[in-house]
Nanobody, 118 residues
Framework: VQLQACGGGLVQAGASLRLSCAAS????????LGWFRQAPGKEREFVAA????????DYAESVKGRFTISRDIAKNTVYLQMDSLKPEDTAVYYC????????????WGQGTEVTVSS
């Protein structure tokens, strides 16, 4: 499974961005699609996840109410709509996939950088 993320950029606080991650290859092997982020000097952290089959979602507390994860099954693409961005959202964002929703992620895409200025 290959994952290609895009959509990052430089925005001001309060703005919105939408990240996209296109999956290719043996995507039938994956049900969970997720977003993680890593800020400078910090460890990678979970942001959001969605089940390809059920549409169930999960969010980190820090982004609840501001970020929305969604998927387009026909396009094998997962999106992360980020609203009301804050400087602390600045990070490299990675998409990932796992065989089963709620289990460890074993497929990772390259990161896309998001910078939020105050």
């Amino acid at each position: 499974v290959q994952l290609q993320a895009c959509g990052g950029g430089l925005v001001q606080a309060g703005a919105s961005l939408r990240l996209s991650c296109a999956a290719s290859g043996r995507t039938f092997r994956t049900d969970a699609l997720g977003w993680f982020r890593q800020a400078p000097g910090k460890e990678r952290e979970f942001v959001a996840a969605i089940s390809r089959s059920s549409g169930s979602t999960d969010y980190a507390e820090s982004v609840k109410g501001r970020f929305t994860i969604s998927r387009d099954i026909a396009k094998n693409t997962v999106y992360l709509q980020m609203d009301s961005l804050k400087p602390e959202d600045t990070a490299v964002y990675y998409c990932a996939a796992a065989p089963i929703y709620g289990m460890s992620y074993n497929y990772w895409g390259q990161g896309t950088e998001v910078t939020v200025s105050s």
